[in-house]
């Protein structure tokens, strides 16, 4: 028996040995390469526990400090990574892993302790961002593909060196009447696959990111089958490339209707319809999904994770968190650019990490006002 996951998201992993072994008709990784993998993606998805996407570039931090009226210099990002990573020892048991960028990767807290050093003395997993970010994929209707294999395997091995176990590698498909095209998800699915293959070849655990953007009226059973078709060519991609399913993890859309949808769904019907996506496309071998949060609110993410955990079906992966937005937007908003809201800002996130955490266990129950508005913003580039 490889693995078992109850409904409650307890994992019981008993792997043989014999597993690890199994031959691929062109071997590329040993017992030895094999088990790492496999264990770190484990620890990540251990129990009760998801991932802290605190991996936005340059750029997107920009965007996310100007929505609170604080300039982007490196010191200013540095503060608010800061406000999460100071968080205490109750996130221990909520958060398996943290995503790095590269710039976080080198700084330190205020007392010169590197950030990197805070998150693993916590027992946390320490990531990072690896892609370099959509471009446009020629001869389609405004499709994308994502760069970043050019001296990846250089940048896996020197970050293996510092310390980072696992990596995030985000693709971007659109839903409107003439996307995504058979092409752009070929595209997509074949650069994660390749992403991935050079990742575990340094030890490290490769989340794949094909990320289906909620921008469109489309409705909940459009985005199902458009997440079907997509995962349907991801994994086909990984068999091709020989990707070790075991240590990886998929960072994939819920299932949910486009933004402008006029039609509303319950988390029932979003659980539903995301467990029966992934049951159809998702091999069992695959550790766990983190569902990434896509814009949701943060009650709205905690909610459907947690309706996602509760749904009456097999589910033979964790189905848990990787969420930027729904675990920063209180944080950011109570911080301000504000030494003395630092504290403040801190527990908010530490808040939003114990209820995903409950949630990532389908043991989350609602208990406040779900007055927040969305954290949309179309055609999100992160
Ligand atoms: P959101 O949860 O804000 O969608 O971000 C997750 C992420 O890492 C996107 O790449």
């Given at each position: 028996?490889?693995?078992?996951?109850?409904?409650?998201?307890?994992?019981?992993?008993?792997?043989?040995?014999?597993?690890?072994?199994?031959?691929?008709?062109?071997?590329?990784?040993?017992?030895?390469?094999?088990?790492?993998?496999?264990?770190?993606?484990?620890?990540?998805?251990?129990?009760?526990?998801?991932?802290?996407?605190?991996?936005?570039?340059?750029?997107?931090?920009?965007?996310?400090?100007?929505?609170?009226?604080?300039?982007?210099?490196?010191?200013?990002?540095?503060?608010?990574?800061?406000?999460?990573?100071?968080?205490?020892?109750r996130?221990?048991?909520c958060?398996?892993?943290?995503?790095?960028?590269?710039?976080?990767?080198?700084?330190?807290?205020?007392?010169?302790?590197?950030?990197?050093?805070?998150?693993?003395?916590?027992?946390?997993?320490?990531?990072?961002?690896?892609?370099?970010?959509?471009?446009?994929?020629?001869?389609?209707?405004?499709?994308?593909?994502?760069?970043?294999?050019?001296?990846?395997?250089?940048?896996?091995?020197?970050?293996?060196?510092?310390?980072?176990?696992?990596?995030?590698?985000?693709?971007?498909?659109?839903?409107?009447?003439?996307?995504?095209?058979?092409?752009?998800?070929?595209?997509?699915?074949?650069?994660?696959?390749?992403?991935?293959?050079?990742?575990?070849?340094?030890?490290?655990?490769?989340?794949?990111?094909?990320?289906?953007?909620?921008?469109?009226?489309?409705?909940?059973?459009?985005?199902?089958?458009?997440?079907?078709?997509?995962?349907?060519?991801?994994?086909?991609?990984?068999?091709?490339?020989?990707?070790?399913?075991?240590?990886?993890?998929?960072?994939?859309?819920?299932?949910?209707?486009?933004?402008?949808?006029?039609?509303?769904?319950?988390?029932?019907?979003?659980?539903?319809?995301?467990?029966?996506?992934?049951?159809?496309?998702?091999?069992?071998?695959?550790?766990?999904?983190?569902?990434?949060?896509?814009?949701?609110?943060?009650?709205?993410?905690?909610?459907?994770?947690?309706?996602?955990?509760?749904?009456?079906?097999?589910?033979?992966?964790?189905?848990?968190?990787?969420?930027?937005?729904?675990?920063?937007?209180?944080?950011?908003?109570?911080?301000?650019?504000?030494?003395?809201?630092?504290?403040?800002?801190?527990?908010?996130?530490i808040k939003r990490a114990e209820i995903n955490s409950l949630?990532?266990?389908?043991?989350?129950?609602?208990?406040?006002?779900?007055?927040?508005?969305?954290?949309?913003?179309?055609?999100?580039?992160?």
């Amino acid at each position: 028996m490889h693995k078992s996951v109850s409904s409650s998201g307890d994992t019981n992993e008993v792997m043989t040995l014999k597993q690890f072994e199994m031959a691929h008709h062109f071997p590329t990784l040993s017992t030895d390469q094999k088990k790492e993998l496999h264990e770190i993606a484990l620890r990540i998805v251990a129990p009760g526990k998801g991932i802290l996407a605190a991996d936005e570039s340059v750029g997107s931090m920009g965007k996310r400090l100007n929505q609170i009226g604080v300039e982007n210099t490196e010191e200013n990002r540095r503060q608010f990574r800061q406000v999460l990573f100071s968080a205490d020892d109750r996130i221990n048991s909520c958060i398996g892993g943290v995503i790095f960028f590269h710039e976080t990767l080198y700084q330190t807290a205020d007392d010169g302790t590197r950030f990197i050093k805070m998150i693993k003395d916590k027992g946390i997993t320490v990531g990072i961002k690896v892609d370099k970010g959509v471009v446009p994929l020629p001869g389609t209707n405004g499709e994308t593909t994502t760069q970043g294999l050019d001296g990846l395997s250089e940048r896996c091995a020197q970050y293996k060196k510092e310390g980072a176990n696992f990596a995030k590698w985000r693709c971007v498909l659109k839903i409107s009447d003439s996307t995504p095209s058979q092409h752009a998800i070929e595209e997509n699915a074949k650069v994660m696959a390749r992403y991935s293959s050079i990742c575990q070849q340094h030890g490290i655990v490769p989340i794949i990111e094909p990320e289906i953007l909620p921008d469109g009226d489309h409705d909940l059973k459009c985005c199902q089958f458009v997440t079907e078709k997509v995962l349907t060519a991801v994994y086909k991609a990984m068999f091709e490339h020989h990707v070790y399913l075991e240590g990886t993890l998929l960072k994939p859309n819920m299932v949910t209707p486009g933004h402008s949808c006029s039609t509303k769904y319950t988390p029932e019907e979003v659980a539903m319809a995301t467990v029966t996506a992934l049951r159809r496309t998702v091999p069992p071998a695959v550790t766990g999904v983190t569902f990434l949060s896509g814009g949701q609110s943060e009650e709205e993410a905690s909610l459907n994770l947690n309706a996602i955990n509760n749904c009456p079906l097999v589910k033979p992966w964790a189905l848990s968190f990787s969420f930027g937005r729904a675990l920063q937007a209180s944080a950011l908003k109570t911080w301000r650019g504000h030494r003395e809201n630092e504290n403040a800002a801190t527990e908010q996130f530490i808040k939003r990490a114990e209820i995903n955490s409950l949630a990532s266990q389908g043991r989350y129950t609602f208990c406040g006002d779900n007055s927040e508005q969305f954290i949309y913003i179309s055609n999100y580039a992160y």
